[in-house]
Every structure is written in C-alpha cells, then in structure tokens.
C-alpha cells in the first residue's frame, strides 16, 4: 500500500492508501480499491492499542501458543493417519504381488510415490513431534 494525495475538493485535500500495483489492479479488477487514509489509520491505531498493556501481550501470546499447538497436533494426527494409510497401501500391493497379480515392475512403480510420499510425511511428523516436545519442555 501507498499513500495518495487525491484531489482538491472546495479547498480540501483528501489522502489515501492504494495497492502498490494499482494499474495492474485496475486492469484485473476493473475498478478503484483505494482506503481513506483517516479511516484506516484510525483502525490502524485501535488493532495495534491493544498491545500497549503488558497484561493483554501475555494473554494474546499465551493464545497464540496454545492454537499453535492445538494445529501442530492437529497436523500431527493427520500425518500420522496418512502414514497408516501407505502403509496399509504398500502391504495390499505386497499381497497383490505375492499373488501374482502384480509383478516387479509393475509393484515398484505403484509404490515409488508412495515410498517418497512416506519418506516425507515421516521426516514432517519428526520435525513436530521435536517442535510439540521443545514447546512442552519451554
């Protein structure tokens, strides 16, 4: 965002904020997205007021903590389902190839997604279960 000096109207100067990219904004858009400046600085000061008192800081970051770690094991349970689920799909295929119903070839290149996808999903599920275990313990 940027600040303008709109024009003169019955002697007075209105300012603004538009979108850094305004030409092409106009072009996608199609229409003006400016923000008077007194409407937006207003809600400017009153967002950032509320860390002026020491308390208030404590209890947004205490908040901010603890949805951090509500989505990391959120995220954690999801991983940990997605890897069950490989799992179960790599022994299905083991099974169709001990069958016969696939062969070498044909197991190898079903399940090389699959093997890096796990590869993936298990070193992300590492990296939270250090992050949760990190929060816990500071």
Not at 23 to 30: D, H, P, S, T, Y
Not at 105 to 119: C, G, I, L
Request: charged residues 35%; positive net charge; hydrophobic residues 30%.
């Amino acid at each position: 965002m940027v600040g303008k000096s709109g024009s003169a109207y019955k002697g007075r100067r209105y300012r603004s904020y538009v979108c850094s990219n305004v030409n092409k904004a106009l072009a996608v858009r199609g229409y003006y997205n400016g923000h008077a400046a007194r409407k937006l600085e207003a809600a400017v000061l009153e967002y950032l007021s509320q860390f002026s008192d020491p308390k208030r800081v404590k209890e947004l970051l205490a908040e901010s903590d603890s949805s951090r770690s509500r989505q990391r094991k959120k995220e954690l349970k999801g991983l940990e389902r997605k890897l069950a689920s490989l799992d179960r799909d790599f022994q299905k295929n083991l099974k169709y190839l001990k069958k016969g119903l696939l062969n070498e070839e044909e197991f190898a290149k079903t399940n090389t997604p699959q093997r890096n996808d796990s590869v993936q999903t298990e070193s992300r599920l590492a990296e939270l279960r250090l992050e949760l275990e990190e929060a816990e313990v500071g």
